[in-house]
């Protein structure tokens, strides 16, 4: 089984909190999952296509909704499948071109599921604290910056 090789250390709580992001603005706002990010230890920031600038209390929600998961303590787990046997709602569409025949599916308990290389823990409760520092938006372009606490 050949799988394409990462070009970068991430942080495994961040990382993984930026699925559990990606799949909590989906189901808010029923945008796409980031194309844009930059995960690291210190602070992360996310981008997302949205028609307009959530509001405080979406914000708040957000958040809450991520670290409601963190405590439930979801488990973190993998499987490598073929391209012919992508699981019902895995996107591929965020996959480089050289992308290897066999893909590495990531799920966290039932709240996500996608197609990745990173690192992650191995349960939600490793994430620690899930914090929104600041949130821009212009242009289309709605972004989160965000920590975690171990």
């Known amino acids: 089984m050949k799988l394409n090789e990462h070009n970068k250390a991430e942080f495994p709580p961040a990382h993984t909190a930026e699925h559990l992001l990606n799949q909590t603005m989906i189901r808010m706002f029923g945008c796409e999952r980031s194309r844009n990010a930059h995960i690291e230890r210190k602070k992360s920031k996310i981008n997302y296509n949205l028609p307009e600038c959530p509001s405080a209390e979406q914000i708040a929600e957000i958040e809450k909704t991520i670290n409601d998961i963190i405590a439930a303590d979801l488990p973190v787990t993998f499987e ?8 019902a709602g895995v996107s591929l569409d965020k996959l480089p071109e050289d992308a290897s025949e066999t893909l590495r599916i990531v799920r966290i308990g039932d709240y996500d599921i996608c197609a990745c290389i990173g ?29 975690v606490a171990e």
């Open 80 to 87: 490598f499948v073929t391209r012919d046997n992508i699981p």
């Open 119 to 147: 690192t992650h823990v191995n349960s939600t409760k490793e994430i620690g604290n899930f914090r929104i520092t600041s949130t821009s938006y212009g242009d289309g372009s709605f972004r989160i910056v965000f920590k």
